[in-house]
């Protein structure tokens, strides 16, 4: 049975990823400031490995891994950021890793994942087919598994980030993160309750993927609905793990609109002249639509990442 | 009669508009050192006021004016960053500018400047409309013309952007610059040759705009011919002065292709994530295409702006 990361596994989470990860910038805009009344630290993890957060979450569980079950090799089932950091992670390992993706996935990422020397193997585009794919190759092969949110090194892993812009900022007051599976919010706010007993801690989520909202408030994990938001990042539902982080150690889910969302990625490349990605503007936005009051405070936000297509904007 | 700016003059400049513009970053990318064989420092003028390096030379030429002048007014033509530069340094000094625009000027270009407190005089699209517009207002105001690159003052702005990347990193074997009107190369070549004896200062220009490298090579000033390069920044002709500069300091001017500044802006941003303008791209093509030899060389690169219409890509 797996137990929520404590501070002291994020801790020796960061010692342990900190020769292969980014020391990402913590970036600031006037502009920003002016627009929320507060003062604003954007740590950008979009600089991060495979340009996003993931790289430490998938990081870390890989180079925790014994060396023979590495040797056996590492599977994931994603589309999105978790396969190119776990591929990438799995090579600087020197262990063989093979990502099951669905056979519609854009090719871009099938290239960014192969570029990085993993296998893909293709299935159909339901969960179902991709869990079933997996769950052979690691009957027949032995290797470990490396869920993208639900567990606990990647969760420590994700944390890491938090605990880096403390380092810059020590006295913020309050911490904002999206929410998708959780494991980002999950190791933020475990990692940030035990650096500040005053933080409040936020967890960003699109209007139309509320369900870390609506779970938050009903106390059990309800499904993601819909599956059209822009912040393709934030699809997913809660986990166990995640959930239980969430409901311990959160302070609020906010939801944002669709047409923020998308008003705010462009902020955010026109003021300060870097690339975000959707699901990267959602807490952007709950503090430009003032969800928040920032008067007078210091707010951190995770910038999660800046991998988009360039072809299709949502703008 | 100007004559150009020394290192002195480079050098006073660095200092005087040290509190009003940003130290920008000097970013470095695993992907460009390994296309390229060589160690490339990107100096990130993207990240400066008003989003483009033009704010060190406004900024300059504008603080050095006498009180009793600047209180007459500040003057210039342009719809380019050199606008936006003029309108925030004027404003930060406490003075009236007046920017001369074509009537046809992007909406959001006029709307930058006006933001910046500027009082805007719309005109005919023609280089004789704009210059006679503003003279009618100098005559009438006795403002004070900055002009965008023939200026000493303006020259000696634009140098200090490679000032402080010597500063980041001493040992710089190549210098690479964009050449519009040849205030950038013209302030850069004249601080790098007095800092490095050995190094080889290269200006980069569109194919579709190579006035710098006829003039260059023929020995007087050559006008551009065309003006439908993506490098929207880089379809002017050079001054006398910015032309003196680059046959004195200046190694080469090499060319490139449309095709690759598209090609190379759209790396730019999805390999580091941050947003440059095409104009900003024609450097990197010059190592992208190899027409130099970084191999075991430290290259520096001047990013010039990130300021880009994202309803208009050039993709």
Same mark, same amino acid.
């Given at each position: ?82 396969a190119q950091?776990?591929a ?11 990502i ?12 960014a994942v192969r570029?990085?020397?993993a ?51 020590? /006295?913020?007051? %309050?911490? +904002?993160?999206?929410?998708?599976? $959780?494991?980002?919010?999950? =190791? ?5 309750? @035990? ?93 430009? /639509?003032?969800? %928040?009051? +920032?008067?007078?405070?210091?707010? $951190?936000?995770?910038?999660? =990442? ?5 072809? @299709?904007?949502?703008?």
């Open positions: 049975m797996s137990i929520l990361p404590t501070f002291q596994n994020i801790a020796q989470a960061a010692e342990r990823i900190k020769p292969f990860v980014h020391r990402t910038p913590v970036l600031r805009s006037s502009w920003f400031d002016r627009q929320t009344g507060g003062e604003v630290f954007f740590k950008c993890e979009n600089f991060q490995k495979v340009g996003a957060f993931k790289f430490r979450g998938a990081c870390n569980a890989i180079l925790k891994l014994p060396k023979e079950d590495g040797d056996k090799g590492i599977i994931t089932h994603s589309s999105g950021n978790h950091a776990v990438l992670a799995s090579k600087l390992c020197g262990y063989k890793a093979t099951v993706m669905p056979e519609n996935a854009p090719k871009v990422k099938v290239a570029g990085y020397g296998e893909i193997v293709f299935c159909k585009s339901t969960i179902d087919a991709r869990e079933e794919t997996a769950q052979k190759i690691i009957d027949k092969t032995g290797a470990t598994f490396i869920h993208p949110y639900n567990h606990p090194d990647v969760i420590a892993g994700q944390g890491t980030a938090v605990v880096e812009l403390f380092d810059e900022v020590p /006295d913020l007051d %309050i911490i +904002l993160a999206p929410v998708g599976g $959780g494991g980002l919010i999950s =190791g933020t706010a475990i990692a940030a309750r @035990h650096i500040s007993t005053g933080i409040k801690v936020f967890g960003a989520e699109p209007e139309w993927a509320d369900d870390a909202f609506r779970s938050f408030h009903s106390g059990k994990i309800e499904p993601v609905l819909r599956t059209d938001t822009a912040a393709d990042g934030l699809r997913t539902s809660l986990g166990t793990l995640t959930f239980e982080a969430i409901q311990k150690f959160v302070d609020d889910i906010i939801t944002v609109p669709e047409s923020s969302i998308i008003r705010d990625m462009r902020h955010v490349w026109e003021r300060m002249k870097i690339i975000i990605e959707p699901s990267c503007s959602v807490p952007v936005s709950v503090i430009m /639509d003032r969800n %928040i009051d +920032l008067s007078g405070k210091k707010a $951190g936000i995770i910038l999660t =990442g800046g991998n988009v297509d360039f072809d @299709h904007l949502p703008w």
